[in-house]
């Protein structure tokens, strides 16, 4: 690789500290060289730094680049490494840095273009990446998996593809190496085996190179000079006469072929088979359940080294600024992982070129925290990416009192009578007896394995330790312990403790027992550190059910419960505690002052590449709590009146369509989603809405599992129910209810943008580094991937950022969105200017006196003398008229923070740039707008005072500069 750097500290500008990120997916459509040019528009925004997803080598055509091939490059279809460069170099001259996301769990496996995958086909257990993916190469419980693994891409069960004529044995005409091919997928034949294949076809000069390949230095160095001598012969008349002969004996259309391919891929160190199996019989561990990404070891220092080198090169050049972990939680062990990557990009760090940013280089982990759990201090991380605070502002801005006929709606409609802890652990039930019984079992024989070690346990059989982890698992209110050679870490023993004593109701006396035993396994006793064999086998249980947990709640919650269960569904996300409809001022503070605390730097955002239901849709949403009763009522009312709209059903004389729960959620997401310049009238825009909300409500029936699934979708329920979707929103018979909701939405709208935009003022302004995912400058009222990741109109807003019109004209036309765009510059610029207030800055949450003081929230965060105050309203519909986001002062009566600084000088409005006194009502401090930003510099106060100490020497003749400043 080139060494490139960028710029001599000479040619570049100061560079800024992280205080803002502008997250970009990166692919095909959306290169390097199209952020390049839009560097000076983020820059007018106020971003100081750009947050690419994965730009390394992925499949071809990725969409977002999760399923990378290779680390050690970058992914040639966004561009290369002089891009790269040309970007950076762009960032460096407008003193802004990059963060890239990094992807050390897994690889996209399958296919042709995984270098490291196609070798542990072709060599198995003695290649040399043999230990890079999580493979468990023997004992597995399965015989004809011995030293082989499991390949589940089959497109229909073995005996049938075998014969289909779709596998094919070919040769790689560049390596000279045989391979079978079918579809997408590469099956590497292992060189080996080509000596006896080329001998049975008379080709004996061509078969001794491959007898002579264990005699070279090294196997692959051996297959590589056999191969090219093949390669080189079939490039001749014979040689091609030779090989099409060779080629035909394997061929599978006589049952001679196919009997001679099927005892070749006998012969390798993989077992073909349909994709089917892959739940039930797979051996090696993957992302999740999704069989097309290859889980890998980076707890091993040589798949350490292997994949993180290009990753360091490019810090240490100066290329990168920061670093975004996916998925920390399917690591064997998170918290050394994350050590030694620290230790490893600091050392780099040392050897920056000059202009590029001071150490440490920030790293964030995506790491989903539920209930009370909170990020590990000792990790050496800067934080998360923010999912906690997504949950804390959607818990905020909930309407407590929504709650109660909310729910009552739900549980009467939908036929689902279970509270959502209920539909998670249902949810969690069912899914480690289908989607996770691979890692499952896994676990199980990890702790069989620890059981047989010792003579006091080897009775405890393999079923019972099966029925106690399943309760245990299904009980486990987190994603994973961190365990390790010392036990249970003292945060998560209550997490373990909550779930065995939930576990124990659903036991039997004798399986209490065993529960005692397991838990004492899984770090309730230490397993140590030492290499005692019964020491491996506990650290090894420790690590598998750490491993089951993660995956399990990950699809129980997120995927499974979280559209199961809809009493709201704005408070079903990614990272989100659906359990808890709202909270308080009050736990919202407490929320951030622990950040200020200890993760000053976190990230924080309110949107992402993985949420469910994009921010503002959220917003509207939570704004419905506000009218409970009267959202119940309306909803009733179309369950009723949508019957007209349905096809004919089955013999029963039941109408097709969407069961009165997919319904009921139905309505909320169109109420939530509907664009703010949609007419119910505009043929063209709601034929494009009413694709958007068929193509989720898709996606929702199969996530839910009930009356269709990914693995065997229900394609008559699925058509009827987008047929439903079709007719309400675009056919003549759906005007009428097409209409009524659309008046809901006319209603909400305005307290919807509402929580939009205090929303947004909320994620810049607490503690930790805002997170702006692309085009959410303006309304994002997306839905679930891929609908999230669709093409952002820059130039739009590009346009719109030149207009530099001051947010209280463009409250008034706040529909068009130009005011969400501007209040973020406005305050991104705000932090710019005041970077150690927002960097370093305490945090206090601000009390309020007054007939509205339950309808505010606000804090400071103020440092050496600087502070910010931040007001904003908080269940504002009823406070807000028409279809107006002003509040008449008058609303707020005699509310007023209780601010108890004898020293108010300095003030200022950031949105109207007048002296305030924070003192003042609240109707007139948001007499313009729903919101305010307050601010006082240290410039600011430095000259007041003086003035002040300048009249007071000329009335008293005594200066009193040794008082000390007020703060």
């Not at 100066?318 to 990009?345: F, I, N, S, T």
């Not at 691979?438 to 009775?459: G, I, K, N, Q, Y």
């Not at 704004?623 to 009763?629: C, H, V």
Request: charged share 25%.
């Amino acid at each position: 690789m080139s060494e490139l750097s960028v710029g001599a500290p000479s040619e570049v500008p100061g560079q800024q500290p992280l205080l803002s990120c502008q997250r970009l997916q990166f692919h095909k459509d959306f290169t390097l060289e199209d952020a390049e040019a839009l560097v000076d528009y983020f820059a007018g925004l106020g971003v100081t730094h750009l947050y690419a997803s994965p730009l390394w080598a992925a499949r071809s055509g990725s969409t977002h680049g999760y399923d990378g091939v290779d680390p050690t490059r970058l992914n040639p279809e966004i561009g290369d490494e002089a891009a790269l460069t040309r970007l950076v170099g762009r960032l460096r001259s407008r003193g802004m840095g990059l963060i890239v996301d990094f992807v050390p769990n897994h690889l996209a496996v399958g296919g042709r273009e995984n270098p490291y995958w196609l070798d542990v086909l072709r060599w198995g257990p003695s290649g040399r990446f043999a230990d890079m993916f999580d493979i468990n190469w023997r004992d597995n419980g399965d015989p004809t998996l011995e030293n082989r693994l499991l390949v589940p891409f089959l497109g229909e069960p073995y005996g049938q593809a075998l014969v289909s004529g779709d596998m094919a044995l070919t040769l790689d005409e560049t390596t000279g190496l045989f391979q079978v091919d079918y579809f997408e997928h590469c099956f590497p034949i292992d060189p080996r085996c080509h000596a006896l294949m080329l001998l049975e076809n008379g080709m004996g000069e061509q078969a001794r190179r491959f007898e002579e390949i264990e005699e070279a230095i090294s196997l692959e160095e051996g297959a590589e000079r056999a191969g090219l001598a093949l390669a080189e012969h079939v490039r001749t008349d014979k040689g091609r006469a030779e090989l099409e002969a060779l080629l035909a004996r394997y061929h599978p259309e006589t049952p001679e072929g196919a009997e001679r391919l099927h005892v070749l891929l006998e012969q390798q160190h993989y077992r073909l088979a349909w994709w089917r199996t892959a739940n039930d019989s797979l051996n090696w561990r993957r992302f999740f359940d999704i069989t097309e990404l290859g889980a890998l070891r980076v707890d091993d220092p040589a798949v350490f080294a292997q994949t993180h080198v290009y990753l360091l090169e490019l810090i240490e050049r100066g290329l990168v600024d920061g670093v975004r972990l996916d998925h920390v939680d399917g690591l064997a062990d998170p918290a050394g992982y994350c050590r030694l990557l620290r230790a490893r990009v600091d050392e780099a760090a040392t050897r920056r070129p000059g202009g590029a940013p001071e150490m440490p280089i920030p790293i964030f982990v995506e790491k989903i925290l539920e209930g009370n759990e909170s990020l590990p201090l000792d990790w050496g991380v800067t934080g998360t990416t923010g999912y906690e605070f997504m949950n804390a502002v959607s818990k905020l801005q909930h309407d407590p009192e929504g709650e109660a006929p909310l729910k009552a709606l739900w549980h009467a409609l939908s036929g689902r009578e279970h509270s959502f802890e209920k539909e998670v652990a249902r949810a969690r039930r069912e899914i480690v007896d289908t989607a996770l019984v691979t890692e499952f079992e896994r676990a199980v024989r990890a702790l069989s394995d620890v059981a047989r070690h010792d003579p006091m346990t080897r009775d405890t059989t393999p079923d019972m330790i099966r029925r106690v982890l399943r309760e245990l698992a299904v009980q486990f209110p987190i994603y994973r312990t961190y365990a390790d050679d010392q036990g249970l870490a003292p945060r998560d023993e209550n997490f373990f403790a909550h779930a065995v004593e939930a576990a124990r109701d659903g036991l039997t006396p004798p399986d209490q027992a065993v529960l005692d035993q397991v838990y004492d396994w899984l770090g309730g006793e230490a397993p140590g550190d030492d290499d005692e064999p019964g020491c491996r086998l506990r650290r090894n249980a420790i690590v598998r059910f750490a491993q089951l947990t993660s995956p399990l709640a990950a699809k129980a919650v997120e995927d499974t419960a979280g559209y199961r269960s809809a009493v709201l569904i704005s408070r079903n996300d990614v990272g989100f505690d659906g359990a808890h409809f709202a909270a308080s001022s009050e736990d919202f503070h407490r929320f951030n002052a622990w950040q200020a605390r200890h993760f000053p730097a976190t990230m924080v955002t309110t949107a992402t590449h993985d949420h469910k239901r994009g921010e503002d849709v959220r917003a509207r949403l939570a704004a419905l709590s506000e009218w409970g009763d009267r959202w119940a009522e309306q909803v009733r009312e179309w369950l009723t009146t949508s019957s007209s709209l349905r096809s004919a059903g089955d013999a029963s004389g039941a109408l097709a369509g969407p069961s009165a729960a997919e319904e009921m959620m139905l309505y909320q997401i169109i109420a939530g989603a509907w664009p703010l310049t949609l007419s119910p009238d505009d043929a063209a825009g709601l034929e494009a809405f009413a694709g958007r909300i068929a193509d989720w409500q898709e996606k929702a029936l199969r996530e839910a599992k009930l009356n269709s699934h990914w693995l065997y979708p229900d394609e008559t329920h699925e058509a009827q129910c987008r047929e439903f979707v079709m007719t309400l929103l675009t056919d003549e018979r759906g005007t009428a209810l097409r209409h009524s909701i659309f008046d809901v939405v006319t209603t909400i709208s305005p307290a919807g943008a509402l929580n939009a935009l205090v929303q947004t003022l909320l994620r810049m302004t607490v503690p930790g580094v805002p997170d702006c995912y692309q085009g959410t400058e303006r309304w994002d009222f997306s839905l679930v991937d891929p609908d999230n990741r669709r093409p952002v109109d820059f130039n739009v807003r590009r346009e719109q950022l030149s207009q530099e019109s001051p947010l209280i004209e463009l409250i008034d036309h706040w529909r068009d969105g130009r005011i969400k765009q501007a209040l973020i510059t406005q305050v991104l610029h705000l932090r710019q200017r005041m970077s150690d207030t927002f960097l370093h800055g305490d945090y206090q949450g601000l009390e309020f006196e007054g007939e509205r003081a339950g309808q505010l929230i606000g804090f400071t965060r103020e440092h050496e003398g600087q502070a910010v105050m931040v007001i904003a309203t908080r269940h504002g519909g009823s406070l807000l008229e028409e279809d107006a986001l002003r509040i008449a002062p008058s609303r707020w009566g005699n509310t007023h923070v209780k601010y108890s600084a004898q020293d108010t000088a300095g003030w200022q409005s950031l949105m109207t740039g007048e002296s305030v006194d924070p003192r003042a009502p609240v109707g007139e401090l948001m007499a313009s707008l729903p919101f305010c930003v307050l601010y006082r510099e240290m410039s600011t106060i430095t000259s007041n005072h003086e003035q002040a100490l300048e009249a007071d020497t000329t009335q008293a003749g005594v200066a009193r500069s040794d008082q000390p400043m007020s703060s």
